[in-house]
């Protein structure tokens, strides 16, 4: 079926002339601006007054699913026509809206819940027309990440969003395994029905007594917050099978960073090995078990070695 994007009508000279935000006007003869609009992810309320204002001046909103972004536009009172941007037809959308946008109109990017391209499409969208120096203005609102990390009681100096893991087990321990030595909170999104197998992946990568906080159903009437070990938690969530529903955010704290051996006989032993040609990974498990030194300290410290030979 053929999906036509809707056309602006005319507007009055007056209503022309209204500026969306002070900074973030561009003259519609010009070219037009995109606006990157982030929507509840739960409360409604949560929306801000710019969002609003901005969702009804556009000429059209590109939203991830038209038929979930009607309810929340009606209950916003927004009119603004509706097209549809998702993984399946972004790039083909992107170069109609890129047109669109060329003779002036002004338009909006929402998502599903949240800030648009945090895990949602737009990325292509948003490349293309800063390629092509056409405005993009954020208006910031609810993020899942943030909303979670500043709740969770873990550190939030440094951490890495690592998205949705793998569906497959395999990939998905792999995925784990190559971050257990990361030293920033660790930051992930799963669904129901994959959270149990996830919780036990990160107990198998990250050790049963690493700490950690799942977050569900926030701003929402149920929200709730759990912490604990990664063990406690999967135990949890194995107990209560009627908590397992929403969407999850999961965060677990870093790794604790292992300081480097010191330059004792450590190094003498190392560098005789390494003359001899012994794998970097024999001489760590040779000198770990020698020194009783962690694996990962002695490993960094072979490479530092073997660099100056």
């Known amino acids: 079926m053929t999906e036509f994007l809707p056309q602006p009508q005319p ?3 007056a209503e022309q002339s209204l500026r969306f935000v002070q900074d973030s006007f561009i003259d519609a003869s ?3 601006t995109l606006f990157i609009v982030a929507t509840p992810i739960g ?3 949560d929306i801000s007054t710019r969002a609003i204002e901005t969702l009804q001046k556009v000429h059209w909103i590109a939203a991830e699913d038209t038929r979930h972004s009607k309810s929340l536009l009606n209950a916003l009172g927004v009119s603004t026509p509706m097209l549809s941007l998702h993984d399946h037809n972004e790039q ?3 170069e109609q809206l890129l047109t669109r946008l060329l003779a002036g109109e002004n338009g909006a990017l929402i998502s599903d819940a949240g800030t648009p391209l945090i895990n949602d499409p737009g990325f292509h969208l948003v490349k293309l027309l800063r390629q092509q120096k056409i405005k993009v203005v954020p208006i910031p609102g609810a993020s899942a990440v943030i909303t979670a990390l500043c709740a969770a009681g873990l550190p939030t100096n440094r951490f890495s969003y690592e998205g949705f893991l793998p569906a497959k087990s395999a ?3 792999d995925v784990l395994s ?5 030293t920033r909170t660790l ?3 799963e669904s129901p029905h994959r959270v149990l197998d996830s919780l036990a992946a990160m107990r198998e990568a990250f050790g049963a007594a690493r700490q950690m906080v799942s977050a569900r159903e926030m701003t929402k009437q149920f929200e709730q917050f759990v912490s604990g070990t990664v063990d406690e938690v999967l135990n949890y969530y194995n107990e209560h099978p009627d908590k397992v529903r929403g969407e999850f955010v999961l965060m677990v704290m870093g790794a604790v960073a292992q300081d480097a051996p010191e330059v004792t006989e450590q190094d003498g032993l190392i560098n005789l090995m390494l003359q001899q040609a012994l794998p970097v990974k024999q001489i760590t498990d040779i000198v770990s078990q020698y020194s009783g030194l962690k694996k990962k300290a002695v490993y960094n410290r072979v490479l530092q070695l073997k660099e100056l030979i």
């Open 43 to 45: 409360n409604l309320n």
């Open 30 to 32: 010009v070219t037009g």
């Open 171 to 173: 990939k998905r321990l």
């Open 178 to 182: 190559a971050l257990q030595n990361d």
């Open 11 to 13: 507007q009055p000279e």
């Open 92 to 94: 083909f959308r992107a």
């Open 187 to 189: 930051v992930f999104y």
